[in-house]
């Protein structure tokens, strides 16, 4: 069963909470630049951790020390609250990591 999609009044809503991220279309994406190449690797097994335990995968790019995360749901077809929720906590392991914008 796919999760219910977010309207554009609930997005733009979201957007305003979640600090660096943009949406595009029926993704949301944020780039952040980690201390180092191995720290951006450890923020990414982190958020794997998390969204291994929410069944919710983020599309995860690495340049090096820049780390850009996409999040979308594939099987509703456009953003949902997992999408928020998983947001949200990329943004609290970024913090703890010290990687910024």
Same mark, same amino acid.
């Given at each position: ?11 733009? $809503? ?34 794997? $951790? ?52």
């Amino acid at each position: 069963m796919s999760t219910p999609l977010l309207t554009d009044a609930e997005l733009t $809503d979201a957007l305003l909470e979640l600090q660096g991220w943009t949406r595009s279309g029926d993704t949301i994406t944020r780039t952040l630049q980690a201390t180092s190449f191995l720290n951006g690797v450890e923020l990414v097994r982190r958020v794997a $951790d998390i969204a291994e335990t929410m069944n919710h995968h983020p599309d995860i790019d690495i340049r090096w020390r820049t780390l850009t995360f996409a999040l979308s749901t594939h099987d509703s077809g456009g953003l949902t609250a997992l999408d928020v929720a998983l947001a949200r906590e990329i943004d609290r392991l970024a913090a703890l990591a010290g990687s910024a914008d």
